[in-house]
């Protein structure tokens, strides 16, 4: 059986480890305090108690495993450089580091995996710091914005005076089932060292896309900022569904339902 380690079972981590439960993977998952590790037992993984920021913690029976997926939003380049050496040590063979379209700039135009339209950012040093190990075989999956059940984007905007600039310049969004999904592929097909940016099919406005979201949970809509000049970017997805074979589950962002509990 192989066996996956997820480093990080929050809102992502933590639905993709079931998944691969579900897929018959053996999984182990970590969380940052061990009232979490609960959630983690009631759907059969492996709970380890980890977190990149401390230090002086026992890696290697967590990352004693084929495979690691790392789903966390930290930004310690540092704590980052420690963990790969750690995992040069390990059994690890292959890797899915989860990254954002936050790494391109704003080109007013269509951004595919081309190197040309990167910021200078700290995310893109992590992810070079990864790409670069030659022990394991790693491949960065670019997600934008991340979207449904309990994360609904209407929300941002219940407390009034929040405003929303450059209004007619398109969105980016993905739903969560097609994050695991597309991981899961990834897995699956085995498609290492590669590159892909995540996102849905359609790209309507700000003002469409946050004025629906916010009519849908009854409040009022966000201050739109007007100006002549748009700042955009349109993440295309086309590479990562032409080699996987993959047909979103919600290809458009409009119709995506979210839970109002």
């Not at 998952?29 to 913690?57: C, F, H, M, N, W």
């Not at 929040?162 to 999904?181: F, K, L, T």
Request: aromatic letters at 10%; one cysteine or more; a negative charge.
């Amino acid at each position: 059986m192989i066996s996956i380690s997820v480093l990080g079972c929050g809102w992502l981590g933590l639905p993709l480890a079931k998944g691969l439960v579900n897929d018959l993977f053996q999984v182990k998952g970590s969380v940052r305090s061990e009232e979490k590790t609960e959630a983690l037992k009631q759907i059969s993984v492996i709970p380890y108690v980890l977190d990149l920021d401390k230090q002086e913690q026992d890696w290697a029976p967590f990352l004693h495993s084929d495979i690691l997926v790392i789903a966390i939003p930290s930004k310690n380049i540092e704590g980052f450089s420690s963990l790969i050496a750690l995992i040069e040590q390990s059994s690890i063979k292959h890797l899915v580091f989860v990254s954002s379209t936050s790494v391109y700039a704003d080109k007013n135009g269509v951004v595919t995996e081309d190197q040309s339209a990167l910021n200078a950012s700290v995310l893109y040093q992590i992810e070079s710091l990864f790409t670069q190990s030659t022990a394991f075989s790693t491949t960065i999956i670019r997600f934008s914005g991340l979207v449904g059940y309990s994360r609904n984007p209407g929300r941002f905007f219940a407390k009034s005076g929040r405003s929303v600039s450059n209004p007619d310049a398109p969105v980016n969004m993905i739903h969560q089932d097609d994050c695991v999904e597309l991981i899961k592929q990834i897995i699956k097909q085995e498609k290492w060292n590669n590159l892909f940016n995540a996102c849905a099919d359609t790209h309507p406005t700000k003002r469409e896309f946050y004025t629906q979201a916010t009519q849908r949970i009854g409040i009022a809509p966000p201050c739109f900022i007007e100006s002549d000049e748009q700042t955009f970017k349109i993440i295309s997805n086309q590479k990562i569904k032409d080699t996987l074979g993959y047909e979103f589950i919600y290809p458009d962002v409009m119709k995506i339902t979210y839970d109002e509990c």
